[in-house]
């Protein structure tokens, strides 16, 4: 605790803790920047320059790891927020790892190849995170799973390999803008001026980035009915029979719209609406499932995989909801009216 002293007649003027001041390196005559938070209170950083200095992280390789495994490494230090990445295998690096690095690269936004050389490969994002805000990403994020599940059941109705395999394909897209909403998020933590850049208070941030997981793995369930495609085909499934997941999926993408609008209106009602119309397409789901009993085995198994994965979406839609009703609740502090 610190008392408000006055000086001069009209500055107020509070001390620093001595500890914290040693430990930040602030001496006599130092300038500090004061930031104000939307709550009203006042972050006091010695940290003024616009970007702070930048974070590498070197991975050393001993002889050839997975493929897999490096590139599971490389989103980990994005994720991290490290803006330079290298890798280094000596006496000289192996085709696969430059392979997945230029993988990587293409994976994820905002980070370039820089420097290449026989044993070293590097990387740079170049990416300024303000570009980008998170309800941007949220918003590309949420068009794309949402097409992803209307290509999906079109594809199951009409047994259209080739739609199902385009949505397969738009699923990298949906995990750029997931990574790229966690590693916003976490150089966030670390620079608490990025927030007053973006918009976006830190208490905030943690619910953008659950729904955008949340979002994540609607669209993984998306890609994975339009995997069935190609099972229910080959076992001769009737068009009748796909006609109720077209039907199924459009009412429970109709729920994720309306969640997604209540973010962005800061409409709390609506949002507890979509919980409530979320639990009543998992009703109605639930009955279709009983529907489904004494199919054949090549039909009943990809079909089960596909209203499971609905039932699923139905859950995630849910969470949505409730996250949105979270934050608006978090946004509007005590007196918020929801």
């Not at 980035?209 to 339009?226: K, N, P, Y």
């Not at 085909?233 to 969640?259: C, I």
């Not at 609905?310 to 996250?323: A, W």
Request: hydrophobic share 40%.
């Amino acid at each position: 605790m610190r008392k408000v002293q006055i000086t001069g007649g009209s500055t107020f003027v509070i001390s620093l803790p001595k500890k914290w001041a040693r430990e930040a390196g602030v001496k006599p005559n130092d300038t500090l920047g004061i930031i104000q938070q939307d709550d009203g209170t006042l972050v006091v950083t010695p940290k003024l320059v616009e970007t702070e200095s930048t974070r590498t992280k070197t991975f050393e390789l001993a002889g050839s790891p997975l493929g897999e495994e490096l590139f599971r490494n490389l989103i980990a230090a994005y994720v991290t927020g490290y803006d330079i990445i290298e890798v280094v295998q000596r006496p000289r690096m192996s085709a696969q790892v430059r392979n997945t690095v230029r993988t990587f690269c293409h994976a994820v936004i905002g980070p370039e190849i820089i420097d290449e050389s026989a044993e070293v490969i590097r990387t740079r994002d170049l990416l300024d995170p303000s570009d980008l805000p998170f309800r941007t990403s949220l918003q590309r994020m949420y068009r794309i799973a949402s097409g992803m599940h209307s290509s999906a059941a079109t594809a199951c109705a009409e047994l259209d390999i080739h739609l199902a395999e385009d949505v397969v394909s738009r699923d990298a897209e949906v995990d750029r803008l997931n990574w790229l909403i966690a590693r916003q998020y976490n150089l966030l933590l670390r620079d608490i001026r990025l927030a007053e850049k973006m918009g976006t208070p830190r208490e905030h941030a943690i619910v953008f980035l659950l729904i955008s997981r949340t979002l994540e793995r609607i669209g993984d369930h998306a890609s994975r009915i339009a995997e069935q495609v190609a099972y229910l085909k080959r076992a001769g499934a009737e068009p009748k029979l796909m006609a109720p997941v077209t039907k199924h999926s459009e009412a429970v993408m109709k729920v994720l719209d309306d969640a997604m609008a209540s973010l962005l209106t800061k409409d709390a009602r609506q949002a507890h609406e979509c919980i409530r119309r979320a639990a009543g397409f998992l009703s109605d789901l639930e009955k279709l499932s009983g529907k489904m009993t004494g199919l054949p085995a090549g039909v009943a198994v990809p079909m089960g995989a596909v209203l499971d994965s609905l039932g699923r979406t139905g859950h995630y839609t849910k969470d949505v909801g409730e996250l949105v009703i979270n934050y608006l609740v978090g946004e509007g502090g005590p007196t918020a009216r929801v």
